[in-house]
């Protein structure tokens, strides 16, 4: 059973930084692609971010370019988000999920992979 635990959210002001993990177990290949989404009260939800770990290819929404990092501990089937410059629009749920097509790609970021986990609430206020 796939199974994807995030953790690290929580609450910071503007300008702030905060690091998301995210756990994934229950499958067997290597070679998959991760991704982040994240949904704000109201909208719908918005592709942050994936990384490919067969060839380390990343993309990013416009929305975070420039301010987000993601990565992976492939060994612990662990991937990372790294928020900096946060602002109160950052505001969502965060979700991790896994694509087993080990494809990232903006589609990946429509697609909203094959399995995904509860999320972590991040909230960005002064």
């Known amino acids: 059973q796939v199974q994807l635990v995030e953790s690290g959210g929580g609450s910071v002001q503007p300008g702030g930084s905060m690091r998301l993990s995210c756990a994934a177990s229950?499958?067997?290949?290597?070679?998959?692609?991760y991704a982040w989404f994240r949904q704000a009260p109201g909208k719908e939800m918005e592709g942050v971010s994936c990384i490919s770990t067969s060839d380390d290819s990343t993309y990013y929404g416009d929305s975070v370019k420039g301010r987000f990092t993601i990565s992976t501990d492939n060994a612990k089937k662990t991937v990372y988000l790294q928020m900096n410059n946060l602002k109160p629009e950052d505001t969502a749920r965060y979700y991790c999920?896994?694509?087993?097509?080990?494809?990232?790609?903006?589609?990946?970021?429509?697609?909203?992979?094959?399995?995904r986990g509860r999320g972590t609430q991040v909230t960005v206020s002064s």
């Open positions: 999920a896994v694509d087993l097509s080990d494809l990232c790609t903006a589609v990946t970021l429509v697609r909203g992979g094959d399995y």
């Open positions: 229950g499958f067997t290949s290597d070679d998959v692609a």
